[in-house]
C-alpha cells in the first residue's frame, strides 16, 4: 500500500524555519519523482516545490523561491522541505505528493503537516 | 502563469442527479509531447486530495465509473452521472504542462 506520512510541522515566529519531511513506502521511490503542496485554511491548493526521481532537479514557486529547499534522501525513502525566512503567508497544510512522471499529474497525496508561522 | 478558472463555485445537486464542473485555463494545456496534462482532484471534508481523473479523460483505480472527463485545449469538463452522498466534498483541476503548475480555485459540492 502507497504511504506518504509527513511530519515536522508546527508553530514558528516569523523569519523562522522549519523542516519537513515525509516518508515514503509502499512504492519503488526512486522512480517517482516528489512534491509539496499547501493549503491555507479554506482556501485552494497551491504547489510549492518539486523535486526528480533521481533529485537532480529541483523547482519552486516564485513564492518560496530563495527561501525553501526541497531535496530527497533515496537510501532512506524520504523526502524534505527545508523552509527558511518564513512570512505569515506561508501558513498552511502542506502535503507531501508522489507523480509517477515529471511532475504533471500528482499521483498520491500524504495525509499532511500544519505549519503555522506566528 | 497559466490561470485556471473553475465554475461554479459551488454546486448544489440533487442525490441521483447528473453534476457539470468546468474549468477553463488561460492557454492551451497541450504539451510539446502531444498529451494534455489536465487533470481532476476531489478533497472530501477533512481530507487530503485525492486524484480522480488525469491526462484529460483517464479514470484512476478506484474512481467510480461514474465520473468522468472530457475537453480538450483550454476548455475542461469533470461530469459525475449520479451524484451520491460520498461525492460531496470540493473539486480542482490542475495543469500539469506548464510551469508553474497551477490548480483552479475549486468546485464546492454539496447535497440540496
Known amino acids: 500500500e502507497v504511504q506518504l506520512v509527513e511530519s515536522g510541522g508546527g508553530l514558528v515566529q516569523p523569519g523562522g524555519s522549519l523542516r519537513l519531511s515525509c516518508a515514503a513506502s509502499?512504492?519503488?521511490?526512486?522512480?517517482?519523482?516528489m512534491a509539496w503542496v499547501r493549503q491555507a485554511s479554506g482556501k485552494g491548493l497551491e504547489w510549492v516545490s518539486g523535486?526528480?526521481?533521481?533529485?537532480?532537479?529541483?523547482y519552486y514557486a516564485d513564492s518560496v523561491k530563495g527561501r525553501f529547499t526541497i531535496s530527497r534522501d533515496n537510501s532512506k525513502n524520504m523526502l524534505y522541505l527545508q523552509m527558511n525566512s518564513l512570512r505569515a503567508e506561508d501558513t498552511a497544510i502542506y502535503y507531501c505528493?508522489?507523480?509517477?512522471?515529471?511532475?504533471?499529474?500528482?499521483?498520491?497525496w500524504g495525509q499532511g503537516t500544519m505549519v503555522t508561522v506566528s | 502563469d497559466v490561470v485556471m478558472t473553475q465554475s461554479p463555485l459551488s454546486l448544489p445537486v440533487t442525490l441521483g442527479q447528473p453534476a457539470s464542473i468546468s474549468c477553463r485555463s488561460s492557454?492551451?494545456?497541450?504539451?510539446?509531447?502531444?498529451?494534455?496534462?489536465l487533470n481532476w482532484f476531489q478533497q472530501r471534508p477533512g481530507q487530503s486530495p485525492r486524484r480522480l481523473i488525469y491526462?484529460?479523460?483517464n479514470r484512476d483505480s478506484g474512481v467510480p465509473d461514474r465520473f468522468s472527463g472530457s475537453g480538450s485545449g483550454t476548455d475542461f469538463t469533470l461530469k459525475i452521472s449520479r451524484v451520491e452522498a460520498e461525492d460531496v466534498g470540493v473539486y480542482y483541476c490542475?495543469?500539469?504542462?506548464?510551469?508553474?503548475?497551477?490548480f483552479g480555485g475549486g468546485t464546492r459540492v454539496e447535497i440540496k
Open positions: 523535486i526528480s526521481g533521481s533529485g537532480g532537479n529541483t
Open positions: 492557454q492551451s494545456l497541450v504539451h510539446s509531447s502531444g498529451s494534455t496534462w
Open positions: 509502499g512504492f519503488i521511490f526512486t522512480r517517482y519523482a
Open positions: 490542475m495543469q500539469g504542462t506548464h510551469w508553474p503548475l497551477t
Open positions: 505528493v508522489g507523480d509517477y512522471g515529471d511532475l504533471e499529474a500528482f499521483d498520491f
Open positions: 491526462k484529460v479523460s
